[in-house]
């Protein structure tokens, strides 16, 4: 029995394996040739995970309260999971419900196949796995973009309005999704470099190698040149001074808190005062406004309001195509907001909404700007979509465990980074830290970046997410099982 519960262990380890470390190669599971193998191959994963607990039972008992918590936080999901599900029955096309409410289900899978099922050895092989990956996926986003323009993307045509506008996109077909998977890796080797951990030539090793993998995640960000991309990794530097050096004595970690936070706001005073390509983007969204003498002569409020007013009102920013469908969404959600249009409806439906509100259809008087010949699959907002397509009620039931998440990550963390626990666990070479970190800043990049893009939407992303997120979890709920 314990023979076959081994190989059933790593058969699941080799078909989660699969998936997570291919799908970002193949345009991120994207289009469904690809998107279909992929979920097999998690429904597999998924079979071998519930025999697996069926031959050992043991696998889900646990002595610890700590352990007993995680695995019945975890359960949270479940709720919406089932509401998800009703609402993707409902929907009027069958095939975008199905799809929304699976990348909904995928990563929450895999997510407690690796915590629950995985051991300390293929926790840390995937961990470090995944770095290498993202290394690779950087490598080759760099060379394919120097030679070809990123006119290919791997064998197949690359989109013109990106090779056109000389952006790099990787593995992905979209220069931001490319941007995505790069910042989770940028993530992760944050965890690595800032954790503290005994000198040896090992420990060397790994921290060269995570900041090679981060400087790499900045020139794929900077050579996509992702607004959201970009910003995203200026909130992750914002919070390295405050998470990054809890483990350092004292006046080590004032000297590095504020190294870093002089070295980040030089980095941004220099970028923000160039003309670089990637900079114009930035400017393209804010044009010059400019107030007249009596406009000038309010309070700040009012000034403030004013300027607000006349840059949202601007032709440059009416002509983006983003507060088109932000507007549209919106929209949609008003018709139904505690329920939602309906699981992956944003695309039927948003050519319906997708134009101003200042027609009047009794006066025989036609919006100013009327778009409804133009769609848009996704809001390139994962939040606003999540709370278009489910509702308010469906938004409340995600944030739940999407924040119990989170907390224990952030229990963890805080738990772990104590002088005394850190010392303990680098003497008994346990090393959670590391990974707990990275997943926290993960966390924090995919809320960030999902503001203002679809990066959860492309399914290999959102594999590679749930991911990094379970492996401190399964570390976590290991240490509390070996004890």
């Known amino acids: 029995m314990a023979k076959l519960g081994t190989i059933l262990d790593w058969l699941m380890f080799a078909l989660v394996s699969v998936v997570v470390f291919a799908s970002p190669w193949i345009f991120g599971g994207w289009e469904q040739w690809w998107f279909w193998p992929f979920s097999t191959l998690i429904c597999t994963a998924l079979a071998i995970f519930l025999l697996r607990v069926l031959v050992t039972p043991s696998l889900l008992k646990l002595e610890r309260s700590d352990g007993r918590q995680l695995l019945l936080g975890l359960l949270w999901v479940i709720p919406f999971l089932l509401y998800a599900g009703v609402r993707a029955v ?207 002569s309010g309070n700040v409020l009012e000034k403030g309001s004013l300027y607000v007013e006349k840059m949202l009102s601007h032709p440059r920013v009416l002509s983006h195509t983003r507060p088109m469908m932000y507007a549209a969404a919106t929209r949609a959600w008003e018709t139904e907001p505690l329920w939602g249009i309906g699981a992956g409806m944003h695309g039927e439906v948003s050519s319906r909404f997708m134009a101003s509100e200042d027609g009047d259809k009794a006066a025989g008087v036609w919006p100013t700007r009327y778009f409804a010949t133009l769609r848009s699959d996704h809001v390139h907002s994962d939040w606003l979509q999540l709370l278009e397509e489910y509702g308010a009620f469906g938004f409340v039931l995600f944030v739940l465990p999407y924040m119990f998440v989170y907390g224990v990550l952030h229990v963890g963390r805080r738990m772990e980074r104590d002088d005394r626990w850190s010392l303990d666990y680098m003497e008994t070479g346990r090393q959670e830290y590391p990974w707990l970190l990275g997943a926290s800043f993960a966390f924090i990049c995919m809320t960030v970046y999902s503001v203002g893009d679809f990066n959860l939407h492309m399914p290999g992303t959102g594999w590679v997410f749930s991911v990094v997120l379970a492996i401190p979890l399964g570390l976590l709920f290991n240490v509390s099982r070996e004890r």
């Open 90 to 296: 409902q929907a009027e096309v069958t095939v975008s419900a199905e799809r929304s409410f699976l990348l909904f289900l995928y990563p929450v899978v895999l997510g407690v196949v690796v915590v629950v099922g995985y051991s300390r050895r293929q926790l840390v092989g995937t961990a470090i796995g995944l770095m290498v990956n993202f290394f690779c996926l950087g490598v080759y986003g760099v060379v394919n973009h120097v030679l070809t323009g990123s006119r290919k993307v791997m064998w197949a045509d690359g989109f013109e309005q990106y090779w056109g506008d000389d952006r790099a996109c990787g593995s992905y077909f979209v220069p931001d999704h490319f941007a995505g998977i790069m910042t989770l890796g940028f993530s992760m080797a944050l965890g690595v470099m800032l954790a503290r951990a005994p000198w040896s030539p090992k420990v060397i090793a790994a921290k060269s190698g995570a900041l090679l993998l981060a400087l790499l995640a900045v020139v794929c960000v900077v050579m996509s040149k992702s607004r959201g991309g970009g910003i995203t990794l200026a909130c992750l530097l914002a919070l390295v001074p405050f998470w990054g050096f809890h483990q350092w004595p004292r006046r080590i970690r004032w000297s590095l808190q504020i190294g870093i936070m002089v070295a980040s706001v030089s980095a941004c005073t220099i970028f923000v005062s160039t003309e670089s390509p990637y900079m114009q983007r930035f400017t393209s969204y804010f044009p010059s406004i400019e107030l007249s003498d009596e406009e000038q």
